[in-house]
């Protein structure tokens, strides 16, 4: 079992915010991924952002503009969109400015942390079953929650169900992916991934017609029980405007902003 971080100091949370989202997304890509001393980066024919992304830069004010031009020269060639993920060990005074003079279009994400201990689970949802994903059928379901409860096209659906069939989601105990059935139909999904000391939460969707009945909160408490009862003392996760009040209720608080850069040159993108 990995170290686990029990340090719950302001400035080892922030970097276990980072390092967490660092980690798991470059576990959870089959692209080609380029891990060089300044920067972090994978790309893949598939033009969603998500699967063309950027992390964990370390560029100089002088050569954080080169290497924004060559990103986007890769995304022209490839004709696809691209993530550039920022925070706070990883941007520079200038770099987001430099992000939205070359075209990219940015956000705030609130980067959160829970101490397991003070866990506030939710109360149940009454039909509501949540099972680990362990077969290929489920898989799907959880693709297929995932891209329409982040409003993408199947496209997103398709690229994640191949990207997670070349996984160990069923095995590898780090990763585990979980879906939320009501009365028998699929409407959520969460993934837990045990990395950098802590739980990670990630890809917590409830499909449109079925929210604001607690199933986003119990689909994300149920893996910080089963990472709380394994020894983890810490949870960090990126919130979405939509979920910052359910992680808030569960006890998660703010200690952070995480950035997220988005860049196409499609029209109406």
């Known amino acids: ?59 100089t004010e002088e050569s954080a503009g080169a290497a924004i031009e060559t990103a986007i020269a890769r995304a022209r060639a490839r004709k696809v969109m691209l993530f550039w993920w920022t925070g706070p060990a990883t941007r520079t005074p200038t770099l987001e400015a430099q992000l939205r003079v070359h075209g990219f279009l940015g956000e705030k994400l609130p980067g959160m942390a829970l101490d397991l201990q003070k866990l506030q689970e939710p109360p149940p949802v009454p039909g509501l079953v949540i099972e680990r994903v362990d077969n290929p059928k489920s898989l799907r379901h959880w693709c297929n929650i995932v891209a329409d409860g982040f409003g993408m096209s199947s496209e997103g659906a398709d690229g994640w169900f191949g990207i997670y069939s070349g996984l160990d989601y069923v095995n590898h105990p780090p990763l585990r992916l979980y879906v939320g059935y009501l009365e028998g139909v699929p409407v959520a999904s969460s993934a837990l991934y045990l990395s950098s ?20 909160a119990a689909i994300t408490s149920l893996p910080l029980v089963e990472a709380k009862q394994s020894g983890y003392q810490v949870a960090v996760l990126q919130a979405s405007g939509m979920g910052y009040k359910i992680y808030e209720g569960l006890g998660f608080r703010l200690y952070c902003d995480i950035g997220l850069f988005f860049w196409t040159e499609s029209e109406g993108a």
């Open 1 to 59: 079992m990995e170290e686990i971080l029990y340090d719950l100091s302001t400035d080892a949370l922030v970097a276990a915010i980072e390092n967490s989202m660092f980690d798991f997304f470059s576990y959870s890509t089959l692209a080609e991924v380029h891990d060089e001393p300044e920067l972090l980066w994978w790309i893949t024919d598939q033009s969603l952002p998500l699967f063309n992304m950027l992390f964990r830069s370390k560029l």
């Open 197 to 216: 000391g802590v739980a990670g939460i990630y890809s917590v969707a409830t499909l449109p017609a079925y929210r604001r009945r607690g199933i986003a």
